[in-house]
């Protein structure tokens, strides 16, 4: 089923009654259905000569034609030229102010570009001889994450000895991080602790949840640094460390206190914000963000060879801060 030739099957009558993406991810093998709803959405799935919809209710009887390879072709790093901002660098490491919108592997995406070009791994492989092998083939030199909205400082590590022990470092806790985040609304204190365990949600694969039992460990500390009251409604400026290193730990852990992060449209954020009725900017041009506000600001660690400690410090990038002056403008 790899192959590019178009796929074709009938509809048998014990199938009435079932969903067109239902249908195909039974009846193509090693599919997922979330693939299948990706081919449908692409237009890439024609029942009897039309493009059909995820929802569309069989009768039996139809013609389906998927024009579309049903497997994903494999993942992979390749070396890009991109533009790399790199604060920090010698034999065995490199700190890195990724920006947001780069992936830092190979990973999801709609096309075979989305899914493997433009990432931080291909930008290292093209600025560095050297990157660690622990990570596999698709993560050289990767020893933690930022999400792909997320901007921030990142360590890469470029050999074996030195990833070993960076991981080392992160698995005992030993590796400070600080995130700059605006939050919708107003916090009750101005200091706190979530201490929340992380799932996988079960329903939206792509969200991560704190309300299922037996989740991995979180632990997230924050302080209010600004409260800011404008015309597009209360907001709160945070400091916040993190313990451990869970998926989208500081996203969901916000947005579990009601106050998801702006411009986090997977955790509750509104998609745009509009301003108050009776403000005086109510007919004002809107602030938008089109990322997260959500910066890795601070990485302290010690160096793996020497054992000196290296702080490193970045400011949150123009478009944050342009957003906040809008903000504050407004209030």
């Not at 096309?111 to 931080?120: A, E, F, K």
């Amino acid at each position: 089923m790899s192959e590019d030739r178009p796929i074709t099957c009938s509809v048998e009558s014990d199938s009435a009654g079932k969903r067109l993406d239902q249908f195909l991810a039974t009846r193509l093998d090693n599919i997922s259905r979330a693939r299948v709803q990706e081919l449908i959405a692409d237009g890439k799935v024609l029942v009897n000569g039309a493009a059909g919809k995820p929802s569309l209710k069989l009768r039996g009887g139809e013609q389906i034609t998927v024009l579309a390879a049903a497997e994903r072709p494999p993942l992979r790093a390749m070396a890009e030229e991109i533009p790399l901002d790199i604060l920090y660098e010698d034999d065995d490491l490199a700190i890195i102010n990724k920006p947001a919108g780069m992936m830092v592997h190979a990973g999801a995406g709609a096309t075979d570009d989305d899914r493997n070009r433009g990432t931080l791994v291909n930008a290292l492989l093209h600025h560095f001889k050297n990157l660690s092998a622990v990570g596999g083939d698709l993560r050289p030199g990767i020893v933690h994450r930022l999400d792909k909205e997320t901007s921030g400082l990142i360590v890469v590590a470029k050999n074996d000895e030195a990833h070993r022990k960076l991981a080392a470092q992160f698995a005992r806790r030993e590796v400070k991080k600080t995130y700059i985040a605006l939050v919708h609304g107003w916090l009750k204190q101005d200091y706190g602790t979530i201490s929340q365990s992380i799932s996988r949600d079960r329903i939206r694969r792509t969200r991560m949840t704190t309300r299922l039992a037996g989740g991995r460990e979180a632990i997230t500390h924050y302080r209010v640094v600004r409260r800011l009251d404008t015309a597009f409604g209360k907001f709160a400026l945070l400091e916040v460390k993190i313990d451990t290193g869970r998926t989208h730990q500081i996203r969901v852990h916000l947005a579990s206190l009601g106050h998801p992060i702006v411009g986090d449209a997977l955790y509750g954020a509104p998609r745009e914000l509009r301003p108050h009725r009776g403000t005086a900017r109510e007919t004002a041009s809107t602030p938008s963000l089109p990322r997260n506000f959500l910066h890795a600001a601070e990485l302290v660690l010690r160096h793996p060879r020497t054992g000196e400690t290296l702080d490193l410090k970045t400011d949150i990038p123009p478009e944050l801060q342009e957003f906040l002056r809008s903000l504050e403008a407004s209030a």
